[in-house]
């Protein structure tokens, strides 16, 4: 429900452009919304990492998640977000394949928190990284055949799902950033008079014309990394998960 819950105001965080009528005084404070809905964010997240603290994640688990997310972290600085070229993308996708979404939602947005504090990227953005990194890993983490489907078509699966997810992770982090733009200066800001349909179409234009480079370069090297390190990469998170076993009780038998 945790997970439900800041998901639900995730989703309204990034797309109240379109849901807000002219007449709305949210309109009105269109410069002040996205400082709003990034402090609300923090506060749901604290309420996932709380969630989660009291569902007996074992040391293990969090061992994992540690490590994961600083390898994630340390990842990131590599391109530096250079023409899209953000390796850390396709960890976090094989990582939700092969840990569960649940898994793969904690993760993502650990790791981008680490990320930020170690690349000064701190911001009112940052949540909003945060929770598109979460939801970018869990999809990974709900494609379908998790226990059946080895070898090439599973490759083949994870590396369609990182190419489309980096567009979606690209297109929703324009979402959080489009209504900062004062449209006194560009014809493809939000224009709280406008119609949704307006709107819906200087957002494209905005999307085509500042990140389009960026989330192609970010898909092709998610893509290009999945086919060539995915097979072993898979390998050692499968190998490290069976060994670590968190999701597995301990018992003992009597003598």
Request: proline share 6%; net charge neutral.
């Amino acid at each position: 429900m945790a997970l439900v819950l800041v998901s639900a105001v995730g989703v309204i965080a990034f797309t109240w452009p379109f849901l807000a009528p002219p007449t709305s005084t949210l309109n009105a404070h269109a410069q002040d919304a996205p400082w709003l809905f990034a402090g609300l964010l923090v506060l749901l997240v604290a309420v996932v990492a709380a969630t989660i603290s009291e569902s007996g994640l074992g040391a293990k688990a969090v061992a994992m998640l540690g490590v994961l997310a600083a390898t994630g972290a340390a990842l990131r600085p590599i391109g530096a977000g250079t023409a899209g070229i953000e390796p850390m993308f396709f960890l976090m996708v094989l990582s939700g394949r092969v840990l569960g979404p649940g898994f793969g939602f904690v993760l993502g947005s650990i790791t981008m928190f680490a990320s930020a504090l170690l690349t000064g990227g701190v911001g009112p953005w940052m949540p909003f990284q945060m929770l598109s990194m979460a939801w970018f890993t869990m999809g990974a983490g709900l494609l379908p055949g998790p226990d059946r489907l080895r070898g090439r078509t599973e490759l083949a699966l994870l590396a369609v799902y990182g190419f489309l997810a980096a567009f979606a992770y690209g297109t929703a982090m324009n979402m959080q950033g489009w209504p900062f733009l004062d449209p006194d200066s560009t014809t493809i800001a939000l224009d709280p008079e406008a119609s949704v349909p307006e709107n819906l179409a200087r957002f494209i234009t905005y999307c085509l014309a500042t990140s389009l480079g960026w989330d192609l370069g970010r898909a092709v090297v998610t893509v290009v990394l999945t086919l060539t390190l995915g097979p072993a990469v898979l390998r050692a998170l499968r190998r490290a998960t069976r060994r670590a076993a968190f999701e597995t009780a301990v018992t003992f038998d009597r003598r």
